[in-house]
């Protein structure tokens, strides 16, 4: 079945440094990809989104780009604040389905 | 715009013990989902409503758990009874009909079974 697999945490990073979150997934067909965040005590809010190949998501200087052929979805941010400190979620949505990797905590440190 | 509201934030009972959660969706929105997450995990779909009728309730453990959606608005959710493994988040979402993909959350309820 489709499946969605992600680094595991917690990544922990200086204010300003550079990240990435890997993400890859298995689906068929042709699914639409999403990173989810989750502050602490808040539910799931939706970051960025792609919905075919080659599409670039971005939000609040997040993006991720949807690799085909390497059936990827990375999260980067070119300079993270203490504020972006979350739990990370990479799904992907596919008849009807909206499958969750297992989170990546991200921890940022001034 | 309110979003999707949850009630109770949390809960904690004892085994055996009968619980209810209960979902406000977002106004308009038909579709309406009940997921549970794991301590350590993703979300993991327990029931999809389309307006008042389950369409998807194929990982809903039947023999404790129970939902509904009266009227195609709020949802309630209970467990009958709680188990020790039933100790989880419980979030609800829900996604405008035409745009399933895009689902909104609430900030879900913490069960803890003792």
């Known amino acids: 079945g489709d499946s969605v697999t992600q680094m595991e945490g917690p990544v922990t990073l200086s204010e300003e440094a550079f990240l990435t979150i890997n993400c890859t997934y298995t689906?068929?067909?042709?699914?639409?990809l999403f990173w989810y965040v989750q502050y602490p005590g808040e539910g799931l809010q939706l970051l960025l989104k792609a919905t075919k190949a080659d599409d670039k998501g971005s939000n609040k200087g997040f993006e991720a780009t949807y690799r085909k052929e390497t059936t990827s979805f990375h999260l980067e941010k070119g300079s993270v604040q203490v504020s972006d400190s979350a739990v990370y979620f990479c799904?992907?949505?596919?008849?009807?389905?909206?499958?969750f990797g297992t989170g990546t905590r991200l921890q940022v440190f001034p | 715009e309110a979003g999707v509201v949850q009630s109770p934030r949390y809960k904690i009972i004892e085994k055996k013990q009968p619980v209810a959660f209960w979902c406000n969706p977002i106004s308009g929105h038909n579709t309406l989902y009940w997921y549970r997450q794991n301590l350590g995990q993703g979300p993991e779909l327990l029931i999809r409503y389309e307006n008042e009728e389950a369409v998807d309730d194929s990982q809903l453990p039947k023999d404790r758990f129970s939902a509904e959606r009266l009227k195609g608005v709020d949802s309630t959710l209970k467990i009958q009874p709680a188990e020790l493994g039933d100790s989880a988040v419980y979030l609800c979402?829900?996604?405008?009909?035409?745009?399933?993909?895009?689902?909104?959350f609430g900030a879900g309820t913490r069960l803890s079974v003792l």
């Open positions: 799904a992907l949505h596919n008849t009807d389905k909206l499958i």
């Open positions: 689906a068929t067909g042709y699914p639409s």
């Open positions: 979402a829900s996604s405008p009909g035409a745009t399933k993909n895009i689902q909104y």
